[in-house]
């Protein structure tokens, strides 16, 4: 895949003319934005104009594009960690931070309604600063901390030094392993699952609006598996960022494999049914999938979907509320 | 003076106060139930309706049902009523008088919640007084005025046909011809939640109903012999009771969350049903009744919406679907004690006969209300130029084309200065 990669404007071209070809796999599509990506952090550099980064540094994306289950369009979430602060370093990344926020808007990756991007201060720092940001998060324990915490945990570095997003990583694991009460706050920081299965069994769907009929993948069915595996995952120190990888991992850890079984092939099918949501004619991409319009069995697996994922989610809970 | 006619009077004069007080409660409940921009004209405009509509009433109405020398619609007599007392009377006349008042507008009030949100207010005008001589007192006349609907023993104690659904079925034509409001459905027929502004009015709003009702039908006994109007209170509350209940559960099994607008409609359901057979049924029955009318007004909301029929504050479900239900339900639950007019229900082996008067009334009280409202609005659309205001007036809201300031000033102005184009800030 031949490409110009002088402006964001011919990047987002090539993107553009070739992202169909990866439409029905989510593992290959979700390499293409990386790639993407990786094209738009390059011409970021250049385009800073100051020659190499002052020093080593770290790139990373968070997200659904960290955990790689991005769907054809997805927002920015990404952060720069850089080596050392100093003022020169600091004017440096603050600017590339600018342009690596910049890029990807202008290739079509909308900006993150929530900041998380390399753009906002608290996103971009140096190792150093990290680290004192992540411990600060830790004790402080508010809502927005908490869920900084699980954003980040969720960061897969693209370009530049792979270790620095472990080492912070490791940062959360070693804190929570001393202090019980932060894990129970993560888990109360994600307590909420939309509930789609009514008392009678059935699929509660949308009453109104657009996605009338549908039922909403993202809040009801994706939410409680990344949540719970997520937090599963911090409790055991699990650094893998994909869903499905951190699923592997944790199954090898004593006493998961039950509370796992079937949820990695769940899982696939909800990343298939995700990739068949996006419209092709308005280019849009949603999170709605139209129930009436699935076959009986079809919807018979949803169901069951949903289901597993609800206990998976309660299973977690119960299991960092007993403490163990 | 004899002291049953004061006391009769005095009761009397307290139910109609209580139903007055409803048009506050309807006041509230349009307003929550519609957006912000339309809340000034909501309120304002059910004022002077019920306004209008008193005068309609003192100068034809009141003649029309309760005049004598009627011919098959209407009586003849006593317009421009004097305020003279007629003799031998268990209360005094003027108290009647504007006890029947109070009634008729309700129901009008109920006929103009299909207008919410897209008409003119000059089509409330007219419409108010041709609602008022053409539609009300011919079924007022018919159910309570001695006609031929009376003549075959129709139950309709505090008027669930009479009130309720005449005014629903009014509204039922205006939906139709006013068409849904601007953005109520997508391309694809989906349609959007065009949630009403206050949802703690709505709820304030079925509270002030909810007491007003024991003014429509305790009040209704016009008398306070034997204090039956307390087993009426009683079947009134029980039955708004188990609606609110019903509803409650109905939007939890289906919904899966019991939802907040079904709630009320459901109180609102079990209201409007035992209407009809507050004084006729017994109180366990009161609970069915009541009940059952919370179940049927949520998935009559749901077919109206279905249907694309846009009903903004769900008069057609609550007082069409639960008014037809309440005036059929005495039909099967009225007892042989309590039947002092028509004959007891199926259950209490009655048979079909009051069933079959009370589906008789319904469906003709129904059908004319629907077909002349129909005839009226129709023709005023023709006349009018359109009973409905322009794409860019309901855009902007009744509030500010129809009367020129809004309910929520300091709100609507800041939202209107965010809206104006950057240009025109600087």
């Given amino acids: 895949m031949e490409t110009d990669v002088r402006t964001y404007e011919s990047i987002k071209e090539w993107k553009d003319k070739n992202i169909a070809s990866f439409l029905d796999d989510t593992d290959s599509l979700n390499k293409f934005h990386d790639q993407v990506m990786s094209k738009v952090f390059d011409l970021a550099i250049s385009r800073v104009n100051k020659g190499s980064p ?12 960290g955990r790689c289950e991005q769907g054809v369009i997805s927002d920015q979430d990404h952060g720069l960690i850089y080596e050392i602060s100093n003022v ?38 140096s190792k150093h600063e990290w680290k004192e940001q992540l411990l600060k998060w830790m004790e402080d324990e508010s809502w927005d901390a908490i869920r900084y915490l699980q954003i980040f945990y969720d960061a897969r570095v693209l370009t530049g030094r792979n270790s620095y997003v472990e080492e912070l990583k490791m940062v959360i694991y070693e804190y929570q392993l001393k202090h019980h009460t932060v894990l129970k706050r993560f888990m109360e920081n994600v307590t909420h699952v939309k ?45 893998e960022t994909s869903t499905l990888d951190r699923m592997n991992c944790l199954k090898q850890t004593k006493g998961y494999s039950k509370a796992l079984n079937g949820c990695e092939d769940n899982f696939l099918t909800l990343l298939k049914y995700r990739l068949t949501l996006f419209q092709v004619e308005s280019y849009t991409d949603t999170h709605y999938l139209n129930i009436e319009s699935l076959h009986k069995e079809q919807r018979k697996e949803i169901k069951r979907i949903l289901k597993d994922g609800k206990k998976l989610h309660d299973y977690m809970i119960a299991l960092i509320e007993k403490g163990c | ?86 003799k031998d009377s268990g209360l005094a006349t003027t108290v009647f008088f504007v006890f029947q008042l109070a009634f008729a507008g309700i129901s009008v009030t109920i006929a103009l919640g299909g207008f919410a949100e897209r008409a003119k207010f000059s089509a409330y005008v007219i419409f108010t007084i041709l609602f008022g001589v053409l539609v009300y007192p011919v079924i007022a006349h018919w159910i309570w005025g001695g006609g031929w609907l009376a003549e075959h023993g129709k139950q309709d104690f505090a008027g669930s046909t009479v009130v309720h659904l005449t005014g629903a079925m009014a509204a039922l034509a205006a939906t ?41 039908n305790a009040g209704s006994t016009v008398s306070v012999d034997g204090a039956f109007f307390g087993f009426v209170a009683l079947n009134t509350n029980l039955a708004a009771a188990a609606g609110a209940v019903a509803a409650t559960l109905i939007s939890w099994v289906v919904l899966g969350k019991p939802d907040i607008t079904t709630i009320l409609n459901g109180a609102l359901a079990g209201l409007v049903a035992i209407t009809a057979s507050c004084a006729f049924v017994d109180v366990w029955a009161s609970v069915v009744i009541g009940f059952v009318a919370g179940v049927i007004v949520f998935y009559s909301t749901r077919f109206f919406e279905k249907k694309k029929i846009d009903d903004p504050i769900f008069a057609l479900s609550v007082h069409g679907t639960a008014g037809i239900w309440g005036t059929l339900s005495t039909g099967l639950f009225a007892t042989p004690e309590l039947a ?10 009655g048979g079909f006969e009051q069933l079959g008067v009370q589906l008789m009334g319904v469906a003709t009280s129904g059908a004319y209300a629907f077909t002349v409202s129909y005839v009226i609005l129709y023709i005023m659309k023709k006349v009018m130029g359109g009973i409905r205001v322009s794409e860019e007036e309901e855009i902007m809201g009744l509030d500010m084309s129809e009367h020129g300031n809004y309910g929520y000033p300091e709100q609507m102005v800041l939202e209107e200065s965010n809206l104006r184009p950057v240009v025109e800030t600087k």
């Fill in chain 1, 88 to 125: 020169e370093n600091d004017i440096y990344f603050k600017k590339l931070g600018e342009e690596v926020s910049y890029g990807p808007f202008i290739v079509g990756y909308p900006y993150c309604q929530g900041n998380v991007m390399s753009s906002n201060s608290l996103w971009c720092k």
């Fill in chain 2, 1 to 86: 003076m004899d002291v049953m006619y004061l006391m009769n009077s005095l009761w009397t004069m307290l139910g109609a106060i209580l139903v007055i007080f409803m048009i506050g409660g309807f006041i509230l409940l349009e307003a929550g139930s519609t957006r912000m921009k339309n809340a000034g004209h909501v309120a304002g405009k059910t004022v002077f309706t019920f306004g209008l509509a008193s005068l309609v009433f003192w100068a034809l109405g009141y003649g029309f049902i309760f005049g004598s020398d009627a011919n098959f619609f209407v009586g003849m007599s006593e317009f421009f009523y004097s305020g003279e007392l007629v």
């Fill in chain 2, 176 to 216: 139709i011809l006013l068409k849904p409001r601007i953005g109520k459905y997508n391309k694809d027929g989906s349609a959007n939640n065009l949630a009403g502004h206050n949802q703690v009015y709505t709820a304030l709003a079925v509270l002030i109903l909810w007491v007003g009702w024991f003014g429509f």
């Fill in chain 1, 195 to 239: 509930n789609v299965i009514g008392p009678l069994g059935q699929i509660l769907v949308e009453q109104h609006g657009l996605y009338q009929g549908s039922v909403n993948l993202k809040y009801a069915a994706f939410l409680p598996y990344v949540n719970a595996i997520r937090l599963l995952s911090i409790k055991e120190g699990v650094y």
């Fill in chain 1, 54 to 65: 002052p020093c080593e540094f770290s790139w990373f994306i968070t997200g659904s594009g």
């Fill in chain 2, 340 to 349: 002092t007019v028509g004959k007891p229900g199926l259950l209490y082996g």
